[in-house]
């Protein structure tokens, strides 16, 4: 077993984190996914969530550049309540017949002077328009996977968007607060 490898190893079995060198990174749909919260009459709060979450990363340590696809499949979302699921995949909201998925692509990764990754600016894609979101990081780590054999890369990210801008509008005359929707990603992507 040559050096580095050696070093690998023992940062594995230690649970040491490491340092990711410039790579495409593949995200790994059993630890990807996007939940929602969004007012329901000011009173509580309505979730769901998407799973199977499935694109691509690239990520420069050293360079400090990053840029991620994610594509989130409709058919995946999930309130826990079936009827509440069917009537936001209906065309009130987001129209799942017609546009089957949602999606999330940046090339603009903001860091800090430490080099940790704070913000991902990028273009959301909801019902067929597109706008700008910023998604904050409020974690974004890389491992070296015991499980993979490979480095994975991934954090928590963050935004609150107005889902007027999509034209999703059902409701807001009714329940002016769920206009403002908290968005949360999680991702993992393991190097190819």
Known sequence: MNKLASILMVAV??????????ANYKIDPLHANARFTLDHFATSSNV?????????????????????????????????????????????????AKYPNLRFSSQDWIFDKQGKVRALRGQLTMVGRTHPVTLRATKFNCYNSPMTQS???????????????????????AIPASRYVKINIQIEAARQ
């Open 151 to 173: 480095q994975v890369c991934g954090g928590d990210f963050e935004a609150i968007i107005d889902r007027s801008q999509w034209g999703i509008d059902e409701y807001l005359t």
């Open 13 to 22: 079995l230690l649970g040491i984190t490491v340092p990711a060198v410039a």
């Open 48 to 96: 769901g969530g998407f799973y199977n979450l499935n694109g691509e990363l690239q990520y420069d340590a050293g360079a400090k550049t990053g840029s991620v696809d994610i594509t989130i499949p409709l058919s995946t979302l999930d309130t826990g309540r079936s009827e509440f699921t069917k009537h936001l995949q209906s065309e009130a909201f987001f129209n799942a």
